[in-house]
């Protein structure tokens, strides 16, 4: 106000004095006295309440070439010292009526509180009792923040600023706030570097990671990094394997993918037709499948086809058993009292194995160890590196109709007619223990898996802990002596495992059961005759049965529709 005054000094003008209105003046008068300036100095008024508001609201005021509705910023006003109070307090005024000019009593009270530490003050002519009109409001405050943005300095900005601040209720506060934080927002993850975002980003679980992944490009780069999906995928069970083409994401959300369908029992079916008469036994290497009937041949496929690829005919009688022993060579089982093994490069049977008296219904082979039971009451051990028969067991007293191998083939299982399991030391060739399997029925099959044995006699299926011989579970629910069973335990970290039994039988029905539930997931139809064999890879059910067919129970998505979702997806 003293800086207009000195630029129009025949104006009538009545200033307002307060404290600070004083200081500034003081301050000024020191540095102008330094610079040989002089200041003019009219009388002033005192304000105090509202009542002296509304006096000097009366009195004209006449400022020549101002406008007659708002102030304008002195041109000549280029002291610091005369700029800083002045507009501090016109932003303030302004602002207040933009703030508040619905509740103008309500104001001057609050802003009488701070008066004596507020800058001088310009009275507006022809004020209307009512407070300012929208569009005064609108355009008083449009030019008050161009004052703001292009002339104030940094401290005079502060100093407004903190007066605004003091007038605000708490609702307008809250609102700052909210706005104080977007401004101030970093994103942390994209300014750190990469590895220390990715180990940070591993402490969630899968669901947040993949809720981080849709915040921005940035995250969803970071979020899909393998070290994240790597270590999601040790800390759950991975059911699939990985391959070169498949990141670890992929493997990770086909795993989900594959365990909420074996849950629901959703599944692809798919019949392969090719043998002649009934289908007996079937082996799975990867990718191939070996089957063997009746027809004295067997089929080998490719599984994601369907297709045949190559019949392999040697047996006189129908085959009982299949293994694969790599990837090259495949021993089978006869009913006419044989064991080949099979080049399945060249199609060609490589050696034919003789010794017992009769059919040959099970085989199974860990490392260069194989081991075949017979209805001849003996088992037979042989070596295969030089197809040796290394050592002949005959504890049990009636035909053998299945044998297994622990994980490292220190230990091994065999089922008989003799309604017994017997666990076998391989390498002493010693029983070390006699399992009571039933009382009535022949044990028709044994499965081995991570520390626990399944066996089925007639119609019911048993659990057993193979290190002590305790039976743990016990399953019925077959209508129908059950031929065939298949024991599958995943395993994750911190104690995570499922456990999963499939089973087929002389019903027509493979069921598949949960271990820890002790109940049966899903029955699964479609074979016409009995069912002769399952085997479980833990995303494929493969089951052989007499009606000639040979079926594929698929729970894994297939590619095209993985890779339709995952397009619907991004």
């Known amino acids: 106000m003293y800086g207009a005054q000195r630029e129009h000094p025949r104006a009538s003008f009545r200033p307002i004095s307060t404290p600070l209105s004083r200081l500034t003046r003081r301050k000024l008068e020191n540095s102008l006295r330094i610079e040989n300036q002089r200041i003019y100095r009219p ?27 708002f102030y304008v910023a002195p041109t000549s006003a280029r ?47 022809h ?40 007038l605000l209720n708490s609702k307008q506060l809250y609102h700052l706030a909210g706005l104080l934080s977007l401004t101030q927002y970093r994103d942390f993850i994209a300014l750190l570097p990469k590895p220390l975002s990715v180990d940070i980003l591993t402490y969630l679980s899968p669901k947040d990671v993949v809720a981080v992944q849709k915040v921005c490009r940035k995250w969803h780069k970071i979020g899909s990094s393998d070290e994240i999906w790597q270590a999601k995928c040790l800390e759950s069970i991975i059911n699939l394997t990985k391959d070169a083409n498949t990141s670890w994401k992929e493997l990770f959300v086909r795993n989900v993918i594959l365990q909420s369908n074996r849950k629901k029992g959703k599944y692809e079916s798919s019949r392969l037709l090719g043998h002649t008469e009934g289908v007996l036994c079937c082996a799975v290497e990867g990718r191939r499948l070996a ?60 050696r034919t194995l003789l010794a017992h008296d009769g059919p040959v219904w099970c085989l ?80 028709m099959a044994v ?52 456990g999963i039994i499939v089973s087929g039988g002389k019903d027509n029905l493979i069921k598949y059961w949960d271990i820890k539930k002790g109940e049966c997931i899903k029955t699964l139809t479609g074979h016409k ?16 049965s007499h009606d000639k067919t040979v079926r594929l129970w698929n729970f894994k998505e297939t590619e095209v529709s993985f890779r339709k979702r995952s397009a619907q997806a991004k």
């Open 127 to 166: 004020e209307s009792s009512h407070g300012p009109s929208t569009e005064e409001v609108l355009s008083r405050t449009k030019q008050t923040l161009h004052w703001f943005s292009k002339y104030w300095s940094e401290k005079e900005r502060a100093i407004a600023l903190t007066e605004i601040v003091q």
């Open 364 to 443: 199974a082979i860990r490392s260069a160890t194989l081991v075949t039971g017979s209805h001849d009451k003996t088992m037979r051990l042989w070596n295969l590196r030089n197809c040796q028969c290394t050592k002949t067991l005959s504890e049990h007293t009636a035909p053998i109709f299945c044998v297994a191998f622990n994980e490292d083939g220190s230990q091994m299982f065999s089922g008989s007619a003799d309604k017994t399991i017997r666990v076998w030391n391989p390498k002493k060739g010693i029983c070390l223990r006699v399992l009571k399997a039933s009382s009535t029925h022949s044990v």
């Open 291 to 350: 089957t063997g009937g009746l027809d004295k041949r067997i089929m080998l496929w490719d599984t994601r086809t369907g297709v045949p690829v190559m019949a392999l005919l040697g047996h006189l009688r129908g085959i009982w058993c299949l293994s694969f022993h790599d990837r090259t060579l495949l021993v089978s089982g006869s009913h006419d009292s044989t064991i080949k093994i099979w080049n399945i490069r060249t199609g060609l049977c490589e």
């Open 43 to 69: 009388k002033s008024a005192l304000i105090t309440t509202k009542d002296d508001v509304k006096e000097l609201s009366k009195h004209e005021i006449v400022l020549p070439s101002l406008s007659s509705k």
């Open 79 to 125: 002291s610091e010292g005369r700029r800083l109070d002045q507009r501090s307090h016109m932003l303030l005024k302004d602002m207040s009526f933009a703030c508040f000019h619905g509740n103008e009593d309500e104001t001057i009270r609050k802003s009488r509180l701070r008066l004596r530490s507020a800058p001088p003050i310009l009275i507006r002519e």
């Open 447 to 498: 499965s081995y898996c991570s520390g626990l044995l399944a066996s089925c006699a007639n119609n019911v299926i048993s659990l057993w802990d193979a290190s002590s011989g305790v039976r743990i579970q016990t399953l019925i629910e077959h209508k129908q002596r059950i031929e065939s069973l298949s024991l599958r335990i995943e395993k994750g970290r911190a104690g995570l495992w499922e």
């Open 529 to 544: 005759d009995e069912v002769s064999s399952v085997h479980f890879n833990g995303s494929v059910i493969v089951s052989t």
